[in-house]
């Protein structure tokens, strides 16, 4: 098992950035692949990124590619999120999570999730 824990998160206004990260403990986090998601008040928890074990493939939601970059330090066990040019629809509580096996952008498939962080983008 791998337990996840995100920092981060807060309030910062549109045009803004913000540094996610992702603590793991447990197994070897080098075996998961890992992704961010998040969730806005009524709605569906949705992809933002994942990564693989190795950092080489990293597909992004196309609401976030050019302005988001997600990374891993395997001998730190941390994955982060950089985010830049935040809007205000980026406003959500963001989610780490990780999986054995191939990187997927579907949130069903992970098995271990952090408790979240909040993000607010103001206008």
């Known amino acids: 098992q791998v337990q996840l824990v995100e920092s981060g998160g807060g309030l910062v206004q549109a045009g803004g950035s913000l540094r996610l990260s992702c603590a793991a403990s447990?197994?070897?986090?080098?075996?998961?692949?890992m992704g961010w998601f998040r969730q806005a008040p009524g709605k569906e928890r949705e992809f933002v990124a994942v990564?693989?074990?190795?950092?080489?493939?990293?597909p992004y939601a196309d609401s976030v590619k050019g302005r988001f970059t997600i990374s891993r330090d395997n001998a730190k066990k941390t994955m982060y999120l950089q985010m830049n040019s935040l809007k205000p629809e980026d406003t959500a509580v963001y989610y780490c999570?990780?999986?054995?096996?191939?990187?997927?952008?579907?949130?069903?498939?992970?098995?271990?999730w952090g408790k979240g962080t909040p993000v607010t983008v103001s206008s």
């Open positions: 999570a990780a999986k054995l096996l191939l990187a997927t952008t579907q949130p069903k498939r992970y098995q271990y």
């Open positions: 447990g197994r070897t986090f080098s075996d998961y692949a």
């Open positions: 990564i693989s074990q190795s950092g080489d493939d990293t």
